[in-house]
């Protein structure tokens, strides 16, 4: 019942910006917490930004922080990611995720807690 489609990867050069969407149904946005992922080739998928309303706050790790920002649009079920500044080591498949809201966006980001329902990714290339 829960659905979510990843929307907006593509081709970008280094220090262009791209808008990744997530276009979801079967949940309430605003109960939830949302998080973006990525995952590079040979590496591990790590958690970028996430929001919870289980403590109303947001988190980006550093190396994007300044950079990307998470937001969500309750009334359209979208959770979008903005990504300005890209930049080479950017490139990888990012994922969108949902929970039903239980810890922090700290806790949903750095996988103390897992979340529930998954995209199936999009890609994003940042290269010259």
């Known amino acids: 019942q829960v659905q979510l489609v990843e929307s907006g990867g593509g081709l970008v050069q280094p220090g262009g910006s791209l808008r990744l969407s997530c276009t979801t149904s079967?949940?309430?946005?605003?109960?939830?917490?949302v998080g973006w992922f990525r995952q590079a080739p040979g590496k591990e998928r790590e958690g970028i930004s996430c929001?919870?309303?289980?403590?109303?706050?947001?988190y980006h790790i550093d190396s994007v922080k300044g950079r990307f920002t998470i937001s969500k649009d309750d009334a359209k079920n979208i959770i979008y990611l903005q990504m300005n500044n890209l930049k080479p080591e950017d490139t990888a498949v990012y994922y969108c995720?949902?929970?039903?809201?239980?810890?922090?966006?700290?806790?949903?980001?750095?996988?103390?807690?897992?979340?529930?329902?998954w995209g199936q990714g999009t890609q994003v290339t940042v290269s010259s």
């Open positions: 995720a949902s929970d039903r809201a239980t810890a922090s966006a700290f806790g949903y980001c750095s996988g103390s807690v897992l979340f529930s329902n």
């Open positions: 079967g949940f309430t946005l605003g109960n939830a917490a």
């Open positions: 929001l919870s309303s289980w403590d109303g706050r947001t």
